[in-house]
Each structure stands twice: as structure tokens, then as C-alpha cells.
């Protein structure tokens, strides 16, 4: 009896798994909490490259493809950042927070399931104009690229956009054909 | 291992290695297919570690802990495994060196305890590395 019902909730764990979305993922690695009176659910921290060069290095290491996210000079504050940034950002902005705080680390978790193996944040300000223009990178934006530095793909990291990377797992897989790898060992 | 002391080197940040058993390391950190797999195989069991672990890395992650590997804690891993005094389930926190910063368990009560004493640990060994000039992307 006690074993049919653990097994009911591990199926129902499964059940939850089976239908991981951003959401989902998100709220693995976060819990919610009150700041200020706004309630947030703590988004995953991301581990961002010091720049494109430093990516591209990475992804050479890796062997995976790497991916630049383009994002305002204000929101490149907090997006993938720890909890003490978020609350220096919501104090300083009358407690809000942008939607791709949440958006960004979903996109993150849905793009290293494909295979991207890191990803560097850059800003939209002046010295990186030419980047931008380079990838054609606008506000929001993550651009898949190859570790030679060759663009794959892009998408916006919207909810609405994310709800179908076919296309961005499709140039991906398309890539990893081209570039196969050794078989993980799980060591 | 190789390619997370490398990307360590690389930035001159920590990296870390989770220790697992040759089952759990499977799945733990693995996409929902994966766990879904397992389940399915395992009489629909799961380490709690599947849950706890994205967890932990997220705070290690905060602490600037820059690369995650897992090793299998067998034979074949044991000199690794007695290098850095791996147990199951417990995340090593290595410096770009190779040397070892601190040794965690993920399953040892309180995540909050241990999250404070690793970034009392990290923070130390960070404050005795040569400043680096910070750069901007």
C-alpha cells in the first residue's frame, strides 16, 4: 500500500517533469519570495562570459555552440544575475523588474538542453555597436553561434517566442551533424 | 574534468565536481527525458539529489563558481575520487589549479548553512588570488 503510493507520487513527479517549460525550470532552482511587498520567484543564476573573445575561447574548449544575449545597458544589471542584484535593481526602480529577468534564464535552460555549451551578455551601448550590427543583435535578443564565431541562429527571448524553437533546434542540430562529439561518458 | 580545470584556468574562477554514485550520476543534472527515462527504469524512483542539486548550483553559481563537471564515484574515477576526497553526493569546489577549495555535501541538512560557510571558503581563497583588472563585454 505505502509502496503504491510512493509510486503514485513519483509518477505524478514525472507527470510535472514530463511537461518541463520554462516555468518549470525556473522554478526548479527558485523559490518565491516577498521583497518590499512584490512577490518574485527567484530566477537561476547564469554564468556569463567576460565577452565574446572569452566565449568563443570556451566554446572551442567545449566544442558546443556558444550564445551572445543582446540586452540594454539597464536590464544587463540583473538578467542572470545573483538575488542581492535583483534587490539593489527593484530598490533603485520602484520594484520592478523586467520580464526577461525571468524569460532569460528559461531561454538559458531551453538552449543548453539543445546543446549550447555558454553564453556571454552584452550590452547595447556604444563600444558594442559593431557586435550588435556584426550578429544583428537588438534588445532581447540571444544569437546561437558556432565556436568559430559563425552565427547559427537567433531568436527573441520572449514567452511568446520561446514557445517554439523548432527553428533554433533545427540550425543547431544541423551544425552538431556537421560537427559531431565525442559520446558524453556521464563522467 | 580536463575541459572544467581548462575553462577555470581560462576565466581564473573556480570550478566544481560532483560526486555521485554510478547510477544517480546518470540522471542528476540531466534533461526531463533523461529522468523520465530512468524513472521508468528504476520502478519510478529518483534521487532526491535530481531536485536539490540545480538548487546548490544555482547558489555556487552566484559565488562565481564558473563550470560544473560530475565524475562517478568508481573504479575507474579513484584516484580522482582520493585526490579530492569525493564521497557520494558531494560537490568539490576546485581552484584553477587544481587544488581544492572546499568540499561540500548536498544532501548534510541545512542548504542555507552550507551555502554561507562556501562562500566564506570561496571568498577566502579568492581574497588571497592577485587582483585582476575587471573587463567589460
Known amino acids: 500500500m505505502e509502496r503504491s503510493l510512493v509510486r503514485i507520487v513519483w509518477v505524478a513527479v514525472i507527470a510535472v517533469l514530463a511537461s518541463v517549460t520554462a516555468r518549470d525550470a525556473r522554478a526548479a532552482c527558485g523559490d518565491k519570495i516577498t521583497v518590499d511587498g512584490v512577490s518574485i520567484i527567484i530566477p537561476a543564476v547564469v554564468t556569463w562570459d567576460a565577452d565574446v573573445a572569452e566565449a568563443i575561447q570556451v566554446a572551442k ?3 558546443k555552440p556558444f550564445a551572445i544575449y543582446f540586452v540594454s545597458k ?12 535583483i534587490k539593489a535593481f527593484m530598490k533603485a526602480n520602484n520594484n520592478t523588474v523586467p520580464a526577461c529577468l525571468a524569460d532569460v534564464p528559461v531561454a538559458v535552460e531551453q538552449t543548453r538542453e539543445m546543446g549550447v555549451g ?23 535578443m540571444m544569437v546561437i553561434c558556432a565556436p568559430t564565431g559563425e552565427k547559427l541562429a537567433a531568436f527573441a527571448c520572449t514567452t511568446e517566442a520561446m514557445k517554439n524553437l523548432d527553428a533554433v533546434r533545427k540550425e543547431i542540430g544541423a551544425w552538431q551533424a556537421k560537427n559531431p562529439q565525442p559520446v558524453a561518458s556521464g563522467k | ?14 570550478f ?16 526531463a527525458d533523461a529522468i523520465k527515462q530512468y524513472a521508468a527504469a528504476n520502478g519510478n524512483t529518483l534521487p532526491t539529489t535530481v531536485f536539490e542539486l540545480p538548487k546548490v548550483i544555482d547558489q555556487f553559481r552566484s559565488m562565481g563558481v564558473v563550470e560544473f563537471v560530475k565524475a562517478a564515484n568508481d573504479k575507474e574515477n579513484r584516484d580522482l575520487v582520493a ?6 553526493s558531494t560537490l568539490v569546489i576546485v581552484a584553477p589549479d587544481g587544488s581544492k577549495i572546499g568540499i561540500f555535501g548536498v544532501l548534510n541538512g541545512n542548504l542555507n548553512s552550507m551555502v554561507a560557510i562556501a562562500k566564506t571558503t570561496i571568498e577566502a581563497w579568492r581574497n588571497q588570488q592577485p587582483a585582476e583588472p575587471e573587463k567589460k563585454p
Open chain 1, 118 to 140: 555558454n553564453y556571454v551578455k552584452v550590452p547595447l551601448r556604444k563600444e558594442n555597436r559593431e557586435l550588435a550590427e556584426q550578429y544583428g543583435g537588438s534588445e532581447n
Open chain 1, 61 to 63: 574548449i567545449k566544442k
Open chain 2, 1 to 14: 574534468m580536463d575541459e572544467g580545470q581548462q575553462i577555470a584556468q581560462l576565466k581564473k574562477k573556480p
Open chain 2, 16 to 31: 566544481a565536481i560532483y560526486f555521485a554514485s554510478k547510477d544517480e550520476v546518470k540522471i542528476v543534472g540531466e534533461n
Open chain 2, 83 to 88: 585526490k579530492y576526497g569525493g564521497a557520494n
Open chain 1, 74 to 85: 539597464e536590464n544587463s544589471k540583473i538578467v542572470g544575475e545573483s538575488l542581492d542584484a
